[in-house]
Structures are given as C-alpha cells and as structure tokens.
C-alpha cells in the first residue's frame, strides 16, 4: 500500500458526458502527477500538478483538466467523453516535483459506452 | 509516445527459475525506474538506477543499465509465484526535454510464474 486513494473505483459514461476522477495523496507529498493506461499499454503521462499549479502536460487535448486543492489532493475532469477515454487512470504523488520516484494510487476503470 | 520498450512482451517460467528482462530506449535520461503492476491495479516502484549507474540490487532484484546502448535489464532471481505481474520500465528524461514529473513507460513484460 502507497497511501495514494483514488476514488471511484470503476466508472461508466456515456460518450459526450464529462468525469471527475479523484486522487489523495500519500502524507507529505505535494506534487501528483495523472497517467492513462489503455488496455496492454503502459501508462501515459497527461499532467502534473505541484502546490496547486499545473507543472508539466503530455500530448492530451484541453478537455483534460485537472486541479490540486491546498491539501495537495487532485481532481482529473475529462469533458465530452470519447470512446478512446475509456481507459485505467492513475494517479501518482511524490515529495517534491523532481522526486525522482511517484508512489501510484489503484487507479479509476473508467469505461465509455 | 512510448520512449521505452520491453523485451520480451510475454515471459512464461517456473517457479525458483531466473526472469530476465529488457528495456530500450530513444533519448538520453536522468534515471530509469522500474515498476511492477499486479492485474491492471496500481504500479508498484521497484528500483531506480541513475545515468552514472551501471549496475543496483535491491533483494531479489538486479538492474543493470547501459547508457551507450540505451539499454536495461532486470533480473528477478529465484522466482515465485507472488510475482506474477507486469513490468514496465519508465525513464525520467525532465532535464533532456522531458516535462518534470513525466515518467516515460514501456509497453510492459507480462511475467507468469508458474508453480
């Protein structure tokens, strides 16, 4: 176990319909960094929140957004659902930005029908 | 895109045999980690092996690293049933163009142990 929480546990949408995805941080850590993991693949970095300002961002579109709130837990928001969002979404949290190694949360089933 | 790709994609043993795989990548990098991932849940860190490293142990566990190739491997010794997982390795390359706190992730070996 990490101490990295990740709510919910499994989710279905609707393509079009918009997700938020939630993720608490292990104690201390002030830096939480989102992947996507499709079916066989390895995780893909989408973004990077540190002290409450996003801080890095992988090749994912602006309908992923996130937010870090000042207990340094996080949101992932997805809007306009597509069929490719459907996917493993982790969440990883680290002592500081350039903390070289990220404790990973279970991760969010998201499935969209 | 996926900077690491591991080597082999399936690997099938018995238990107390040795797991070896491997892992290439594009660019340079500051350090590479490996990862293990139990049925689709969260990953699990391993170990990491820094650019001026060549070789690390932790446990069962040896990873060597070869800059000049862009290569690493990881050696799981004595096998057992419990590790039964996938193993990804993921470079951190923030300080050659790489957004801070972007770990790059391999496709993943999957290691059955059978017992």
């Given at each position: 176990e990490t101490g990295v929480t990740q709510s919910p546990t499994h989710l279905i949408k609707t393509r079009g319909q918009q997700v938020t995805l939630r993720c608490s941080s292990q104690?201390?850590?002030?830096?939480?960094?989102?992947?996507?993991?499709?079916?066989?693949?390895?995780?893909?970095?989408i973004f990077q929140y540190y002290r409450e300002e996003?801080?890095?961002?992988?090749?994912f579109p602006p309908r992923f957004s996130g937010l870090q709130f000042p207990n340094y837990s996080s949101e992932l928001n997805v809007n306009a659902l597509e069929l490719d969002d459907s996917a493993l979404y982790l969440c990883a949290s680290s002592l500081e930005r350039l903390e070289r190694e990220q404790y990973f949360g279970p991760g969010t089933r998201l499935t969209v029908t | 895109s996926q900077q690491g790709e591991e080597d082999p994609q399936a690997l099938s043993i018995q238990e107390g045999e040795?797991?070896?795989?491997?892992?290439?990548?594009?660019?340079?990098?500051?350090?590479?980690?490996?990862?293990?991932?139990?049925?689709?849940?969260?990953?699990?860190?391993?170990?990491?092996?820094?650019?001026?490293?060549?070789?690390?142990?932790?446990?069962?566990?040896r990873v060597t690293l070869d800059t000049s190739k862009k290569s690493s491997s990881l050696l799981i010794t004595a096998s057992r049933a419990a590790d039964t997982a996938s193993y990804f390795c993921a470079t951190d390359?923030?300080?050659?163009?790489?957004s801070q706190g972007n770990l790059i992730f391999g496709k993943g070996t999957k290691l059955s142990v059978k017992p």
């Open positions: 104690s201390g850590h002030n830096t939480v960094s989102w992947y996507q993991q499709a079916l066989g693949q390895g995780p893909q970095f996003e801080n890095g961002r992988g090749n | 040795n797991a070896t795989m491997n892992c290439s990548y594009k660019t340079s990098i500051n350090n590479l980690q490996w990862y293990r991932q139990n049925s689709g849940r969260g990953l699990v860190h391993l170990i990491l092996i820094r650019s001026n490293e060549r070789e690390k142990h932790s446990g069962r566990l390359a923030w300080n050659y163009g790489g």
